[in-house]
């Protein structure tokens, strides 16, 4: 195993990265106030970020690296996806749940990359 950082890991650490800053962001914003993601249902979506990571990050270049990935990113995405489409709605939804959503999205095609390029 080399020291570079192939294209799969990198777009699954960004992917982790947006998914992390969209949790400290608004996921729903009303009249009555804001609704931050870790107050929110965001700390599941950071779990499986970090789950995410901590997998990438021991298990680099590896098939079961990019289906960990693959699937924490569907888990990311949908969590945040269920948020808007069940509870804020595109109304009500913050800026954090749009980034944690393509956070989620980019998680997810980083692990695709890598399953498909199966180093």
């Given at each position: ?72 990113g569907l888990v990311a995405a949908l ?41």
């Open positions: 195993m080399s020291d570079e950082f192939p294209a799969p890991e990198a777009v699954t650490v960004l992917g982790v990265a947006a998914v992390v800053v969209g949790a400290l962001l608004p996921w729903e914003v009303t009249a009555a106030g804001t609704t931050v993601g870790l107050g929110a249902n965001g700390f599941v979506a950071v779990l499986a970020a970090f789950a995410v990571l901590a997998t990438v990050a021991v298990m680099r270049g590896s098939v079961t690296a990019g289906r960990v990935a693959l699937a924490g969590v945040a996806g269920h948020w808007i489409a069940l509870v804020a709605g595109l109304d009500g939804a913050g800026i954090g749940v749009v980034v944690s959503l393509l956070g989620g999205v980019g998680i997810a095609v980083g692990g695709g990359l890598r399953l498909v390029r199966g180093d």
